[in-house]
């Protein structure tokens, strides 16, 4: 499971945007922001899904 500590820059790693990775997810972009400066934490489900899709893009690269 992915630490949301490094959302950031696993999202920067997987080169993509806020507004893609929250397309990816099924979430506002103010949602992931919110998430990389800590505001909010994601649900368990959320965290989830980040980890399948950030996994396989930085698994592919």
Same mark, same amino acid.
């Given at each position: 499971?992915? #630490?949301? =500590? #490094?959302? /950031?820059? %696993?999202?920067? /790693?997987?080169?993509?945007?806020?507004?893609?990775?929250?397309? /990816?997810? !099924?979430?506002?972009? /103010?949602?992931?922001?919110?998430?990389?400066?800590? =505001? #909010?934490?994601?649900?368990?489900?959320?965290?989830?899904?980040?980890?399948?899709?950030? !996994?396989?893009? %930085? $698994? $592919? #690269?």
């Amino acid at each position: 499971m992915i #630490n949301i =500590k #490094n959302l /950031k820059k %696993l999202r920067e /790693k997987a080169r993509l945007t806020q507004t893609e990775l929250a397309a /990816k997810v !099924g979430v506002a972009t /103010k949602t992931i922001w919110c998430w990389e400066k800590r =505001k #909010n934490i994601p649900h368990r489900e959320r965290l989830k899904k980040l980890d399948r899709i950030l !996994g396989q893009l %930085l $698994s $592919s #690269n």
